[in-house]
Nanobody, 121 residues
Framework: QVQVVESGGGLVQPGGSLRLSCAASGSIYSVTSMGWYRQAPGNQRELVARITSGGSTNYADSVKGRFTISRDNAKNTVFLQMNSLKPEDTGVYYC???????????????WGQGTQVTVSS
């Protein structure tokens, strides 16, 4: 089995910073891409940032220049540094890891349970 666990959410004032962490663990053969998605109340889940095992990244236009995604391949861990936070960044942030488990020959997406980020004064 594969587990994906996020941490680091919370309440922050506009203009503040937060750092999210996500670790994939279990019966893992390899992890290709890892990424962060968010879902605000009444909205669909949307991509925030994604990083491949080779370090290629892509970001939603709304977070470019403010958020930075990074990864520790040895620990199957991904981080999201969020600066200059705005109220519209509020939502539940989910981590997704695309994993080939040791029990299969193909990769599948695995999701974490989500962590709440609230930006409010």
């Amino acid at each position: 089995q594969v587990q994906v666990v996020e941490s680091g959410g919370g309440l922050v004032q506009p203009g503040g910073s937060l750092r999210l962490s996500c670790a994939a663990s279990g019966s893992i053969y390899s992890v290709t891409s890892m990424g962060w998605y968010r879902q605000a109340p009444g909205n669909q889940r949307e991509l925030v940032a994604r990083i491949t095992s080779g370090g290629s990244t892509n970001y939603a236009d709304s977070v470019k220049g403010r958020f930075t995604i990074s990864r520790d391949n040895a620990k199957n861990t991904v981080f999201l540094q969020m600066n200059s936070l705005k109220p519209e960044d509020t939502g539940v942030y989910y981590c997704k890891a695309v994993v080939t488990p040791t029990t299969a020959d193909w990769a599948s997406p695995y999701w974490g349970q989500g962590t709440q980020v609230t930006v409010s004064s």
